[in-house]
């Protein structure tokens, strides 16, 4: 078992920042690639950005150019730092993290962007 938690989530306004954090526990050594997610009322779970454990990231085109992720193995843990934030930002990010056998969820931050 893989256990996620997340911090970082807030109200900022249109053009501020924010920086998500997501810490894994129990078996993190099994853990593979990381990455958020977010939910948006009535929309379906959307990737935002994943990073392989050498450090490869990839993005989603929404967010390229504002969004930076990162991680720290020794510390099992993956970062999101989120630039020029827009007000269709706003959702639920979720954490998530791949081992050989199955994915894990965090149980998601709340971002708010405001106009």
């Known amino acids: 078992q893989v256990q996620l938690v997340e911090s970082g989530g807030g109200l900022v306004q249109a053009g501020g920042s924010l920086r998500l954090s997501c810490a894994a526990s129990g078996n993190s050594g099994r853990v593979n690639a990381m990455g958020w997610y977010r939910q948006a009322p009535g929309k379906q779970r959307e990737l935002v950005a994943t990073i392989t454990t050498g450090g490869r990231p990839n993005y989603a085109d929404s967010v390229k150019g504002r969004f930076t992720i990162s991680r720290d193995n020794t510390k099992n843990t993956v970062y999101l730092q989120m630039n020029s934030l827009k007000p269709e930002d706003t959702a639920v990010y979720y954490c998530?993290?791949?081992?050989?056998?199955?994915?894990?969820w965090g149980q998601g931050t709340q971002v708010t962007v405001s106009s």
């Open positions: 998530n993290a791949m081992t050989s056998l199955r994915g894990y």
